[in-house]
């Protein structure tokens, strides 16, 4: 069996460095294709810096690697189209035109027989009040396109609301999403191999605030064996729909109904995720290792988990690596501190939840770090 | 707390590889200086290809770190001594010189009152026959400098053979040390932070074929508490006499005396070292990053383990990760596969011994490994 040794990336940021991080070990060199000068990965990978839409350049890149992977969604379609006639790209391109686009996204995913929230699309020739019809209110109006940490959403709780996002959005395609009562968000990280064996690591629970990722939990608590049977139904279907080939994530609400627990889906990331980083430390084999071996041809490794573990982000504020708790694993990315800019993350791993709860405590103060009440 | 965040490695190797993979996660950049152009550290640090001779790159090398440390132990002195005229050298200088020389490390080891193998000097003006008097055939012949891997070491059986011998190293300083008696290898991975604070890594058991390290365990079965203590007080006193900063490795011989078991010392390392690598996956904080953390200025991690560790090298052929046991981690240098070298090497780890045997036999058939009835 041979395998591709020389690995490039679409972007490079924290999560092309981690990918390239975990290649290394496994014999892989990463190549990244990046505009900005500064990207995290550029310290661990080749750094091929120019704009998505000089062919030129895509074309060297290209001709340096054996597989094309990408580390964000919002990759420009010609791009990939261009890179798809020179080399393999996983997760394939149609993966991306589904992802990048809600409305597309949903309509998969509804298709695959799963649910999501109730959503229209806002025909803009007739305004929103038609769909808020179909919808109800409360609705969260979202740009269909380049959304991300809750950016490009407004929730509307009144008509005057509504014409008001219609001024605010004007001009981009927008869906309108019904608001749902759910008890938690959960994830789901999936991963398919190019001879389509899918596995999934342990269902993760993710916390929120201001619209980013603060805090997760591996594996999720107290989940009912629906929710686990739910998860294994979406990881394999929607990863076999799209003949996918890397990590899949799929994020989803815990809504509780009459017949017991039921995830909605909320959004697919074609990708390796904030959600799973715990990984590195608390398991088996990373998210990122994973995502590398799919690519680039190897089996993927074993998903078991090595204790409980928390994903803590860290947000707008870097600590002082002397002032973490022993013991609490800290990333940083290299990143320069902004507000709300994700410059790092710490991890966790415990062997039962009382002491992980007591670790996550012992992380509360520190700069960067927001946690909700546990 | 201000620590380093910039760091200079002398040597390009896969130690100072991952000593870079070690120090990225804690916002540390790694700046290599190493001849060799294929260098496999140049893929996470700061290339500096430049000759130790050259004082002009020595200089540039210097200005763009904040702290110097190195991963092999044979640092041209007036390298290391100009450097630490421009910035701070951990571990400092002073363990070089030891270390380099086997007769100033023994003669250093049994000033703080540790054993050695019966040793001495060879003087060149009278011959090995006098030598041999003090120590007795069989002994083994050995340069004071530069040896590694067995490199360097011819045992001496007769009298005829101590004269070829003499033939062989003539114009190199040359000690002989008593053949001694040893049940297994071990080694205690120290460090010490800059305020002085010593922990230890559990004791490792290493087996070796053809002088090359090949399998090591961690921690070491069925070690007597009296061996433990040692490993204590060697750790601790060998550190402070040294006023030492980082890894400091012992490599030693366990004996069987009437009064129990002891120690005898037989090399020092000042640096990471090739039995130490499991503590990548196998420990809370790998000998890696505990480096880095004591020479940048960082409190030291927890060194508890994660499981017990195997660690198997791989010598002159690099397996296909794709063959390797799942759950098994690998880790590969980026080196051309040729006869003796180390190019990667794999860890396991597992709950408990039975586990661990049953996983080191499942490698036993790789290209590269050999392993050691069990």
Redesign the interface.
């Known amino acids: 069996?041979t395998?591709a040794t020389q690995l490039g990336i679409l972007g490079g940021g924290q999560l092309a460095?981690m990918l390239a991080?975990a290649a290394?070990?496994?014999?892989i060199?990463c190549h990244i294709y990046e505009p900005a000068a500064d990207a995290p990965a550029q310290?661990?990978?080749y750094h091929h810096q120019s704009s998505y839409a000089q062919q030129a350049t895509l074309k060297i890149f290209a001709e340096r690697v054996a597989v094309i992977t990408y580390e964000f969604e919002n990759v420009p379609s010609t791009a990939a189209d261009y890179l798809a006639t020179l080399k393999p790209i996983h997760p394939q391109p149609k993966a991306l035109t589904i992802c990048q686009d809600r409305l597309f996204e949903k309509q998969f995913v509804t298709k695959q027989g799963f649910m999501t929230a109730p959503f229209t699309a806002v025909d803009p020739t007739k305004g929103v009040s038609q769909s808020i019809d179909k919808i109800r209110l409360p609705a969260i109006a979202k740009t269909r396109r380049m959304g991300y940490d809750g950016k490009g959403q407004q929730r509307i709780n009144t008509l005057t609301e509504a014409y008001q996002v219609m001024v605010d959005l004007a001009g981009q395609d927008i869906i309108l999403e019904g608001v749902v009562n759910f008890t938690r968000e959960l994830s789901i990280i999936a991963v398919r191999d190019a001879h389509g064996r899918t596995v999934r690591y342990p269902l993760i629970e993710n916390h929120h605030h201001q619209g980013i990722l603060r805090l997760s939990l591996a594996a999720a608590p107290n989940v009912h064996p629906l929710i686990e049977a739910q998860a294994d139904a979406m990881a394999k279907l929607l990863t076999n729909a799209l003949d996918y080939v890397g990590v899949l994530t799929i994020e989803c609400f815990e809504v509780m109904t009459p017949n017991g627990p039921t995830l909605l889906i909320n959004e697919l990331a074609p990708r390796v995720h904030n959600s799973g980083h715990w990984s590195i430390e608390g398991s088996?084999t990373s998210q990122f290792e994973n995502h590398v071996r799919a690519v680039c041809g190897?089996?993927l490794?074993?998903v078991?988990p090595?204790g409980i573990s928390a994903m803590i982000n860290l947000i707008g504020d870097?600590p002082?690596?002397?002032?973490v708790p022993?013991?609490t694993?800290?990333?940083?990315y290299?990143k320069d501190a902004r507000p709300g800019r994700k410059v790092?993350h710490l991890t966790i791993v415990a062997r039962n939840m009382a002491s992980l709860l007591r670790k996550i405590e012992e992380c509360r103060a520190l700069p960067g770090v927001w946690l909700p009440t546990l």
Chains 1, 2 share one sequence.
């Not at 290394?24 to 014999?27: A, E, F, R």
């Not at 002082?320 to 002032?323: F, K, L, R, S």
């Not at 694993?329 to 940083?332: A, G, M, Q, T, V």
């Open positions: 069996m395998y460095q991080m290394i070990p496994l014999g060199r310290h661990v990978a088996m190897l089996p490794g074993p078991a090595r870097i002082n690596p002397a002032d022993a013991g694993f800290i990333h940083l290299h790092g």
